[in-house]
């Protein structure tokens, strides 16, 4: 009896995540990354270069709205390995979104914001597992009392003025970053 249970599941297929690609794809990645490079770094570099493609980096015009992401000026400096202006792990995660348009609206708002590394990995992945819901102008408001009423509840005496003046401070702020954003066409 136990040689039949162990026949029958040494038989099941499917198990696990599905592949990327079939495996004559995977090995050339393997051997353009080198010998040491794993399964998942052979997906990475897929992923990368789906998104590179994908996002217009290897074609004319080049997309200056992503330079975040791939910036050519900063390649091939001398003395500088050749990664400097590439940010391959967020390229990799973009690849990774299947939809073309949301990965193009992904790329742009992660070049607006313009995160750490891990940080615009974590939010890619949000949109990309549907775990991120789009905010509105009411949550935002709300997020803000909350913060407000925790910082006068560690500091009582806060006037009404100092919040006042705190937001309008705030408000200019984000204003002169979008002025610079728009003079410099990100």
């Known amino acids: 009896m136990s040689a039949g249970i162990s026949e029958n599941s040494s ?13 004559g ?3 050339v990645y393997r051997t ?20 590179l493609t994908t996002l217009g980096f290897l074609s004319e015009p080049f997309p200056a709205h992503l330079r975040w992401l791939c910036d050519p000026a ?3 400096i001398k003395g500088q390995s050749d990664r400097r202006g590439f940010r391959k792990s967020v ?3 973009l690849g990774r979104i299947e939809d073309v348009e949301s990965m193009d609206a992904v790329a742009q708002q992660i070049c607006e914001i313009q995160p750490k590394t891990r940080h615009a990995i974590a939010m890619i ?7 991120a819901k789009p905010g509105d102008t009411l ?3 709300n997020a803000l009392i909350k913060v407000l009423n925790d910082y006068r509840q ?3 005496a806060t006037t009404d003025n100092q919040v006042r003046e705190a937001l309008i401070n705030v408000l200019s702020l984000i204003e002169e970053i979008a002025e610079e954003r728009k003079a410099n066409n990100v």
Not at 11 to 23: I, L, Y
Not at 125 to 131: D, I, Q, W
């Open 11 to 23: 038989k099941k297929e499917g198990r696990g995540r599905p592949r990327v690609f079939d495996e």
């Open 25 to 27: 794809l995977e090995k």
């Open 32 to 51: 353009e990354c080198g010998s040491y490079a794993s399964k998942r770094t052979a997906q990475n570099v897929h992923y990368y270069l789906r998104a």
């Open 74 to 76: 900063k390649q091939g």
């Open 91 to 93: 390229l990799a995660e």
């Open 125 to 131: 992945r949000r949109v990309r597992t549907g775990g």
């Open 139 to 141: 949550q935002l408001g």
């Open 154 to 156: 560690r500091h009582p």
